[in-house]
Structures are given as structure tokens and as C-alpha cells.
């Protein structure tokens, strides 16, 4: 469920697919949002796609190879449809069911995995689409409501500590080699917005060309016991 009141400003809602790729991120618009109500049983799709890895790939050939019920058959083709639109547009979709993603434990002050609030960034122009058909959704986060870690005085001295020279153009290149400089800090008044179930998205991501700030979001919490199906590009 979306919270209406902190949307006005970051979130643009469109009705359609051509919308959502062809209107331009501008202002403090980063993030835009095809809402869907789905219709089919995307819980069989998990259950039978499901390996032993926490995170398992679900390529188009073996979501047909499935065999389903009606209500499964329903959610396939839902699924194979958004991944051609996505591929038409130039995109490369992944659908992946998920468990839990790795933990990033090699610098414990800094966790860079993606359950840490981050942007994107590419060198060329493009943008994040991501949809969850069923479990926990991801969540952004208004730029207002974070800050850069390493501006945070405590993690910058222990970045470096980590770095272990004098601070100048050397330590700037480390933070980005090592993505540093792609995750935030909620601030304690922060309230991150769902992303919900079944809505298709665009966010905004830094590249050279970017208009506009990228879009803060992270990986939710998972639930024990309960798979995420997130298609993603």
C-alpha cells in the first residue's frame, strides 16, 4: 500500500506501458508507476519454479515447460507478456524467485548489499523496471529523506580507516570502485513507500544524462518462509 501523502512530489502514476517508458522523468519526479490489479495465481508459479538456491532464475522457456492450472496458466502469460514488452523496449528482464539475497558482511560498518537503501547507475542512459507478482515489495525513499553514508562523519572516518592513505582524489575513487557512494541513510523521520504487488515501475538511476536525482529503494525483509517472484531490469 502506497502512502499517498509522501507521493506527490517523486511519484508519477501512468495507466499504460507505452506511458510508463515514454514520459520523461522531470522536477522531483523519479519514479513512475503502471498500477495493475493482477489477475492469476502467482504462488503455483513460485511453487513450481522453485529450486534450492536462495535466489532461482525463471527463463520464458521454462515458465512454459510448467504445467498449470488454469489460474497458473493465467499468471504465465501475464508474466511472458510483461517480459516481451520490456524486451521490445530494449530492455533485458530477469524474473527471479527469491528467498533471501546474500548478506554483505565484508566491511560490517558498511553494508553494501541490496537490502541497504542505494541508486542505480549506469553509464549510458536507461532506467530500473521492476515488478513484484507476489511476497514482500520493494520500498523508495524521497531524496529528502536520506543522506549519502559517506558524508556521515562516523562511517566516512572508518571508511578511511579502510582506505588507510590521506584523504584526496585517491579516496573519492575508492568509494566509487567500491560503491560506496550508491547507499543512503534513512533519516529517523524517513518513511519508506511500498512499492505493492503487482505494479509495474520505472525509477529514475544516475547516469551522465540524468535530469533528475536517482530513485533511493532497497530490497524488503523478507519473510520466513515466503518467496518474493520480482521481475527486474
Not at 492450472?69 to 510483461?82: K, P, T, V
Not at 536520506?146 to 556521515?152: C, E, G, M, R, S
Not at 582506505?163 to 524517513?190: C, I, P, R, V
Request: charged content about 25%.
Amino acid at each position: 500500500m502506497i502512502d499517498l501523502a509522501h507521493t506527490e512530489n517523486q511519484i508519477q502514476n501512468v495507466t499504460n506501458f507505452k506511458d510508463l517508458i515514454s514520459s520523461p522523468f522531470h522536477g522531483e519526479i523519479n519514479a513512475m508507476r503502471w498500477e495493475r490489479k493482477l489477475r492469476g495465481d502467482f504462488s503455483e508459479i513460485v511453487k513450481k519454479g522453485t529450486q534450492n538456491e536462495n535466489i532461482a532464475e525463471l527463463h520464458p522457456e521454462e515458465l512454459l515447460e510448467l504445467q498449470l492450472s488454469e489460474q497458473g496458466q493465467l499468471a504465465r502469460n501475464l508474466l511472458l507478456n510483461d517480459m516481451k514488452l520490456l524486451k521490445k523496449h530494449g530492455a533485458s528482464p530477469t524474473l527471479n524467485i527469491i528467498k533471501n539475497y546474500d548478506r554483505d558482511d565484508a566491511f560490517p560498518f558498511f553494508p553494501t548489499d541490496v537490502y541497504s537503501f542505494h541508486v542505480d547507475r549506469s553509464p549510458i542512459p536507461t532506467d530500473t523496471f521492476l515488478c513484484t507478482y507476489i511476497g514482500e515489495s520493494s520500498e523508495i525513499l524521497p531524496n529528502s529523506q536520506a543522506i549519502q553514508k559517506i558524508l556521515n562523519p562516523e562511517i566516512r572516518a572508518e571508511l578511511k580507516k579502510l582506505y588507510g592513505e590521506e584523504e584526496g582524489e585517491g579516496f573519492e575513487e575508492f568509494l566509487t570502485e567500491f560503491f560506496f557512494d550508491l547507499h543512503y541513510q534513512a533519516k529517523l523521520s524517513a518513511k519508506p513507500i511500498q512499492l505493492g504487488v503487482g505494479h509495474l515501475w520505472k525509477l529514475a538511476i544516475d547516469h551522465p544524462k540524468s535530469k533528475v536525482l536517482p530513485c533511493l529503494h532497497r530490497a524488503p525483509k523478507e519473510k520466513t518462509g515466503q518467496s518474493r517472484l520480482l521481475l527486474i531490469c
